[in-house]
Every structure is written in structure tokens, then in C-alpha cells.
């Protein structure tokens, strides 16, 4: 599994080892038991988009009053806003994978979600 390569290399983190937004990456806990993170609970509980929204917000305006150039954070926020125009401003942030998946060649980014 790619979650598996990337956990051992210098691309381990904590949304790849702790917090995976795939719904398909099962992830243990110290005492080898699978852990309930939102990807498994549909994307309920955790740190939801809205939240993630107004963090974003916060930041690209610091950014902007120090002249600093965010085109990522930028790019990411408008993501989250389109997925809380959606509907889903309630679901963890690790969403914006299903988002995204489902916006490859689909209009419609909450077909492949199936909501």
C-alpha cells in the first residue's frame, strides 16, 4: 500500500500515520487495534471544514498584511469553500480528499462521495 511506503520514507506525517483522510487506509493504534479516525465515521467529528475555513482565512491575512505570497494556502481555501457550498462545511477537513477525488472528471465532486 502507498501509506504503508510513505510511512517508512521521509514522507511520514501526521495526516499519512495518524489522521489518514482515505477511507481505504485502515490505521492501528499503539495496541495493534484499528483506530476510528473520520475517513472510517463517514468524515464526522474531528476538525471540521468550516473551522478549517475561517483558520485559512486567518492566515492568508497575515500573509497578505506581511506582503507574503500563499498561492497554495490561496488555492486550498478555495477548495474548502467550495465543498462548505456544497453542503458539507460539517465534515472533518480530511473531506477535501473525497472532494478532490471526486473532481477528476466529475462535475459533480459528491457523486463519488455518494451524498
Known sequence: KLADIINVS?????????????????????????????????????FVVDLMRKDLGLALDAAKACQANTPM??????????????GFGDKDFGFIYQFVKGAEGNSDATKTYGA
Open 10 to 46: 521521509s514522507g511520514r506525517c501526521w495526516s499519512s500515520d495518524q489522521y489518514n483522510p482515505c477511507p481505504a487506509v485502515t490505521l492501528k493504534d499503539e495496541q495493534g487495534n484499528d483506530k476510528l479516525v473520520p475517513a472510517k465515521n463517514d468524515y464526522n467529528g474531528g
Open 73 to 86: 494556502a490561496a488555492s486550498v481555501s478555495q477548495l474548502y469553500d467550495m465543498i462548505a457550498q456544497r
